[in-house]
């Protein structure tokens, strides 16, 4: 566990149906893209939400594919935490995932978990249940992918990471949040083959919700690149500010 952020979900105190918990509801999904656009200061908490309402169905696909992989069927009956490893990263080797994550996002994946956990997401992100575990593996591997796919904390990078998390897991939130992104600004052929090509990346890299994590943090950065097949951007062309500084 990550010190300082226990979980704090206790199944004999409080319970919810788990039917209505893993269901798309289009209506939230919609009111949290809308608010994370107008509040700024609050996105990460709107987004999240975007997410958790709009990736019912893609959880249990996930889930299922992971089961019909030797990898994926160990990372599931061990129940892997991947947010377990944050306050390791810059222990990591030089070159590896882990420190490349460090050195980029430092503290920032521990606010994002933070964030999930915050009131009503409290019950649902950390329910012992296998599609909540699959949500906190969407959660805790978004920076990761970001290090692996060399798409930045930008407006862009986002939106073209998140349409590659799209191809690689169906989740309409994924969705939502590239397409909103795609359509708020000013289209173009180039940002169009941008985000194109990451949904064709996203489709041909090896299934990454499937790792071993804590193998894949020590991995040299180029070398698991290569090993799940996951492509540079060719077209990726970005002068929008980065997310983390604003």
């Keep these: 566990m990550i010190s300082g952020l226990a979980r704090r979900w206790d199944s004999s105190k409080e319970t919810f149906d788990m039917k209505d918990e893993y ?11 809308k608010r994370a656009f107008v509040q700024n200061e609050k996105s990460l908490i709107f987004i999240s939400q975007v997410v958790r309402y709009g990736s ?17 069927g160990e990372m ?13 990263l810059s222990d990591r080797p030089l070159d590896s995932v882990g420190r490349e994550c ?9 606010k994002v978990v933070k964030v999930s956990r915050r009131k009503s997401n409290d019950e649902w992100i950390e329910a012992k249940h296998p599609y909540s575990w699959m949500a906190r593996r ?7 992918w970001h290090i692996l796919t ?23 939130g994924w969705l939502t949040i590239s397409l909103s992104i795609f359509f708020a600004h000013k289209l173009d052929l180039r940002k169009f083959k941008m985000v194109y090509e990451a949904y064709k990346n996203g489709k ?12 894949l943090l020590s991995e040299n950065l180029q070398d698991a690149r290569e090993r799940l097949n996951i492509r540079s951007p060719r077209f990726f062309i970005d002068k929008s500010p980065n997310l983390m500084k604003l």
């Design 23 to 33: 269901k798309l509801d289009f209506r939230k999904v919609y009111n949290a893209m």
């Design 56 to 72: 019912g169905p893609s959880l249990k696909y996930t889930y299922k594919k992971m089961l019909e992989s030797s990898s994926g």
């Design 76 to 88: 599931a009956y061990k129940s892997e935490e991947i947010s377990d490893y944050i306050s390791s």
């Design 102 to 110: 460090y050195a980029v996002f430092k503290e920032n994946q521990t």
């Design 138 to 144: 969407y959660r805790d591997t978004h920076d990761i």
């Design 150 to 172: 060399d798409y930045p904390t930008t407006v862009n990078g986002e939106m073209c990471l998140t349409m590659f998390s799209f191809a690689q897991t169906r989740s309409l």
């Design 204 to 215: 041909k890299a090896k299934f990454l919700l499937a790792e071993d994590y804590d193998k």
